[in-house]
């Protein structure tokens, strides 16, 4: 057992290298989902790790929480050498009630969500940013990669800071 860089990545908060590994255009599906379900010295998941690190919540801890759940539903249930569920280390660490809410799902109920359904609920500003700028051209996309786990070259470039920023400009233009 070994950790890998997103182990590392979680337990230092750093959320925007973990979304940048995630949504990177040539990212490497298979490869990525095979990172989630890696454990530790410790026997954790990634998704422990996010747990006992998310006190504060960011939009860009939702996102990463939604699709590292995506990556592995099971995780939701999974006991690491304490016993511990990332629930459990969720609840101890007094980790935000957003995830901790994520956290509470069943596997069952995160499939039954799908990627989207989960987005919508526990990470809706990247849900909102997706829909508004990406439209349904990604949802295919998303939905075509969920049904074979393959490695996905493009769906388009990920929107960055500056083009979540460049969002809410709009947005906020719209309103005045």
Request: with cysteine; charged share 25%; hydrophobic share 35%.
């Amino acid at each position: 057992m070994t950790t890998n860089e997103h182990h590392e990545w979680l337990k230092k908060r750093d959320w925007p290298t973990v979304e940048g590994a995630m949504v990177h255009p040539e990212r490497n599906l298979d490869l990525l989902v095979r990172k989630y379900k890696e454990r530790d010295e410790d026997r954790r998941l990634p998704h422990h790790w996010m747990a006992a690190k998310a006190q504060t919540h960011t939009h860009v801890l939702a996102y990463v929480g939604v699709e590292s759940i995506y990556y592995n539903y099971e995780a939701l249930t999974t006991r690491d050498n304490k016993g511990e569920t990332p629930l459990d280390v969720a609840r101890r660490s007094e980790a935000c009630a957003e995830i901790i809410g994520l956290l509470s799902l069943t596997p069952e109920e995160a499939r039954s969500l799908d990627w989207k359904g989960m987005r919508r609920l526990y990470a809706p500003v990247a849900y909102w940013e997706i829909e508004i700028i990406h439209g349904s051209d990604h949802d295919r996309m998303q939905t075509a990669t969920s049904s074979s786990m393959s490695t996905m070259t493009s769906w388009c470039v990920k929107c960055s800071n500056t083009a979540i920023l460049l969002f809410f400009e709009r947005l906020l233009a719209v309103a005045r």
